[in-house]
């Protein structure tokens, strides 16, 4: 195996490395990060939210239930 086909290979690993990094940050973790939640439930206050009122990472995620509250 001639050495540029290993090192074409390193280069090929680190390009996907980079580019499932920039595809987490960008497309995939503000999509997870707010799951369910609909802006109006993103900008509420939540219990905790005192215990770091300048938090710089905030996640918000919901679910609807359909059921009265009395039978959950």
Same mark, same amino acid.
């Given at each position: ?6 090192? #074409? ?15 987490? !940050? #960008?497309?995939? !973790?503000?999509?997870?990060? #707010?799951?369910?939640?609909?802006? =109006?439930? !993103? ?17 918000? !995620? ?7 509250? =009395?039978?959950?």
């Amino acid at each position: 195996m001639p050495p540029s086909l290993t090192g #074409r290979r390193w280069m090929i690993a680190l390009g996907a490395l980079v580019g499932a990094a920039v595809l987490d !940050r #960008r497309v995939l !973790r503000p999509w997870y990060e #707010r799951w369910g939640a609909g802006d =109006a439930e !993103r900008t509420l206050p939540l219990p905790g939210d005192e215990l770091l009122p300048d938090a710089q990472h905030i996640v918000t !995620r919901a679910i609807a239930i359909n059921a009265p509250a =009395a039978d959950i």
